[in-house]
C-alpha cells in the first residue's frame, strides 16, 4: 500500500480565563475607560498579574482622572465578566477569587518627548512608536483567516462559553489547539487543506469530576463546535482531552500571566510573520495598534477581490513620523492579475497610513459597546471576527478596478 503523504502545520488558541488574557483585558479595559472618558488620552498600561496580584504599570496622559480605587474597581469587573467571579465550585486555593485581588498601580505621565511627536499642530497624528506591523489573510476560510487558528478558535470559544454557563464543572483557564493536515507542501502553499489531522484540548474540571466524564463532556462540545464536516471526522482526527489527566488548578495563582504574551494566539496562528509590538494596553496612536489593523484590512482587500490567494503585508513607521516609512506586499507567489510589485505600489498610492486617517477609518478613538470595545478585542483576538471595523471589506471595488 502506497504511503499516504503528509504535510502538517499548528495554531493554538487561549480563552480569556488565560492569565495572560486576563492581563490584555485588563489593560484594554483601562484603554476603553480612558478613550471614552477623553478621545484623547494616550495609553499604554502593561498589567502583570501573579497570584493575587495585579500590578499597572507604564504611562498615560488624560483628562480623565482616575483614583486608585476606580483602577481597583475595572481590574475586578474585568476579572468578574472573565469567569472569575467568585461564584465557580473551584477553591480559593484552586482559581483566583475576587475578594483575594490585590491590585497595585505604578502609572506614570507620558513623555513630553514622545507627545509633541504623536498630537501635530495641523492635526496630524504622528506614529507614537517605531515599529514594524504585518498584516495577514488566506483564502483557506469565509473569514480570510487561516485555517488552524480558526477552527481552534471555534474550539475554544465553545468550551469557554460552556465554562461560563457552567462553573461547576468547568474552569475558564483553557487552551486549545489544532493540527490541520495539507497533504503536501504545494496544496500548503495553495490554501488548500485537507483535514483536521490533531485536536488538544485542555480545560479545568472541579475536584472529584472523573477523567472519563471530563473527556466525554469536551468531547460533545468538540463535535457540536461547528467544525466543517469535510475537514473534521471524530473517528480519524487525534484527540487530546486534558493529556495530564487532572487539571484543577488554574488561573493567575498557578501560573502568571502579562500583557502581550499571546502574539501569534491574538493574530495569524504562526501563518504569517509578526511585528512583536503588543496591541493590548494601548492607545490607537501606537501603531502597534492601529498599524496592524490597517494592515490586516488591506491583506483582507487582497484576497478578497481574487488578486491572490493569501498575502502578507508589512507597513512601518518612524516615531513621531505620520506617512509609514515602508509599505510592501508578499502574496508569496499566489497572486492573480498583479505582482507584488504593483500591488505595493498600488497600497501605497492609494491610501494614506496615517495614524490619523486609520484611526478616523476605523473609529479607533470611539469605542462603544454599539461598535467595539478594546477589552472584547483583547478577549476574541486582534483580528479575524467579523463585527470589528477592521474587517469590513468596505472599499473592494478600488481593489477590484486596480489599472495596469
Not at 483535514?195 to 485542555?202: L, P
Not at 501603531?287 to 490597517?294: E, K, N, P, Q, T
Not at 496615517?354 to 483583547?378: G, M
Request: net charge negative; proline share 4%.
Amino acid at each position: 500500500m502506497e504511503k499516504q503523504t503528509q504535510y502538517l502545520f499548528t495554531s493554538e488558541v487561549v480563552s480569556p480565563g488565560h492569565p495572560d488574557k486576563c492581563a490584555d483585558i485588563i489593560a484594554d479595559s483601562i484603554v476603553d475607560k480612558l478613550i471614552i472618558a477623553d478621545k484623547d488620552s494616550r495609553v499604554a498600561s502593561e498589567v502583570f498579574v501573579a497570584g493575587k496580584h495585579v500590578v499597572i504599570g507604564g504611562e498615560v496622559k488624560s483628562s480623565a482622572q482616575l483614583s486608585n480605587k476606580d483602577y481597583e474597581k475595572i481590574v475586578k469587573d474585568a476579572l468578574a465578566k472573565i469567569g472569575y467571579d467568585g461564584k465557580s465550585a473551584f477553591t480559593k486555593e484552586q482559581c483566583l477569587h475576587p475578594d483575594d485581588v490585590q491590585v497595585q498601580v505604578l502609572l506614570n505621565q507620558q513623555s513630553p518627548d514622545i507627545n509633541q511627536g504623536v498630537d501635530q499642530i495641523d492635526g496630524e497624528i504622528g506614529a507614537g512608536d517605531q515599529g514594524i506591523m504585518f498584516g495577514f489573510a488566506s483564502s483557506e476560510t469565509a473569514d480570510y483567516m487561516p485555517a488552524a487558528i480558526t477552527y481552534a478558535r471555534m474550539l475554544c470559544d465553545k468550551v469557554y462559553n460552556y465554562a461560563l454557563k457552567h462553573n461547576q464543572k468547568l474552569g475558564v483557564d483553557i487552551k486549545t489547539q489544532v493540527t490541520v493536515d495539507y497533504g503536501t507542501k504545494a496544496n500548503f502553499e495553495n490554501c488548500n487543506p485537507q483535514k483536521i489531522h490533531t485536536i488538544v484540548v485542555s480545560a479545568p474540571s472541579v475536584e472529584g469530576m472523573p477523567i472519563e466524564e471530563v473527556r466525554e463532556l469536551i468531547q460533545g462540545l468538540i463535535d457540536d463546535s461547528g467544525l466543517p464536516t469535510n475537514m473534521y471526522d471524530k473517528n480519524s482526527t487525534i484527540i487530546h482531552i486534558n493529556p495530564t489527566g487532572r487539571y484543577v488548578n488554574h488561573s493567575s495563582l498557578h501560573d502568571s500571566g502579562l500583557t502581550g504574551r499571546k502574539l501569534i494566539v491574538d493574530s495569524f496562528g504562526g501563518y504569517s510573520p509578526i511585528g512583536g509590538g503588543a496591541q493590548s494596553s494601548k492607545d490607537y496612536t501606537k501603531v502597534d495598534r492601529s498599524g496592524l489593523y490597517a494592515a490586516r484590512w488591506i491583506a483582507k482587500h487582497i484576497v478578497a477581490s481574487g488578486l491572490a490567494k493569501k498575502a502578507v503585508v508589512q507597513i512601518s513607521y518612524a516615531i513621531g513620523v505620520a506617512r509609514p516609512t515602508s509599505v510592501s506586499v508578499d502574496t508569496m507567489g499566489s497572486y492573480t492579475k498583479f505582482d507584488d510589485d504593483k500591488l505595493s505600489q498600488f497600497v501605497m498610492d492609494t491610501f494614506p497610513l496615517t495614524p490619523r486617517w486609520i484611526t478616523q477609518k476605523f473609529a479607533l478613538d470611539k469605542p462603544s459597546e454599539k461598535t467595539f470595545l478594546y477589552a472584547d478585542v483583547a478577549a476574541r483576538g486582534q483580528v479575524g471576527q467579523s463585527d470589528y471595523p477592521w474587517e469590513k471589506l468596505d472599499e473592494l471595488d478600488k481593489f477590484e478596478n486596480i489599472q495596469n
